[in-house]
């Protein structure tokens, strides 16, 4: 069974702060890797994606990924109170099978 | 209208009931796909459609059954459900075929089922 697993949190981060949020996945033959957004009530959407290893930067937005390791991370520079929501890690596995993690809720206190 | 949009937002309905959801985008897409969403769990992929043309059924329960008229409509029929059923059903739809491209799924807000 191929798994993505994620902390559920809630993680609370000050304001202004880094937020670090992990994922591990255990299909080595993964691809491709994915983060999305859902806030409270509303549907995922997608703000992060990334197929090599290292960083990938897209604004306050860093994603990390080490395939030797297994893990992808998603950075969030100067955190702002509107970044609290629920982040979903997806990773395309050896078989194009897009497999979801549950989600970290993630709290920007002011 | 824009994106995805899914009928109705809340269901409630009893085990012995007939209803069904609906889904539509305007995106142009070819690809769409119904989720469903229970608390704290990983997104389940439940079926998939490719140009109107099913190409996954995720060992899905027959109580659930899809229909999928053209490429823009989606629909999820729903008879004699188990209360374990409720739960958010997200329809999406992606502009590359299943399986491939950048992986971005553009979802509706879902259908928030409770089986009573």
């Known amino acids: 069974q191929k798994e993505v697993e994620q902390n559920s949190g809630p993680l609370s981060v000050p304001e202004g702060a880094i937020a670090s949020l992990n994922c591990t996945y255990s299909?080595?033959?993964?691809?491709?890797f994915f983060w999305y957004r859902q806030y409270s009530g509303k549907s995922p959407e997608l703000i992060m994606f990334?197929?090599s290893n290292g960083d990938k930067e897209d604004g306050r937005f860093t994603a990390q990924l080490n395939k030797a390791s297994q893990y992808v991370s998603l950075l969030i520079r100067d955190s702002q109170p509107s970044d609290s929501a629920t982040y979903l890690c997806?990773?395309?596995?050896?078989?194009?099978?897009?497999?979801w993690g549950a989600g970290t809720k993630l709290i920007i206190k002011p | 209208e824009t994106g995805v949009t899914q009928t109705p937002r809340h269901l409630v309905m009893g085990m012995t009931n007939k209803k069904s959801l609906k889904c539509e985008q305007h995106?142009?897409?070819?690809?769409m796909y119904w989720y469903k969403q229970s608390a704290k769990k990983p997104l389940e992929l439940m079926f998939v459609y490719n140009f109107k043309e099913q190409t996954e059924n995720n060992s899905v329960p027959s109580r659930f059954s899809p229909e999928c008229p053209n490429s823009s409509h989606l629909f999820l029929h729903l008879h004699t459900l188990q209360p374990e059923d409720s739960a958010l059903y997200l329809c999406?739809?992606?502009?590359?075929?299943?399986?491939?491209?950048?992986?971005?799924?553009?979802f509706g807000e879902g259908s928030r089922l409770t089986v009573l």
């Open positions: 999406a739809s992606s502009h590359e075929p299943p399986g491939q491209g950048a992986g971005e799924l553009f």
């Open positions: 997806a990773v395309r596995d050896s078989n194009y099978q897009l497999i």
């Open positions: 995106l142009g897409h070819n690809a």
């Open positions: 299909d080595r033959g993964s691809q491709s």
């Open positions: 990334i197929y």
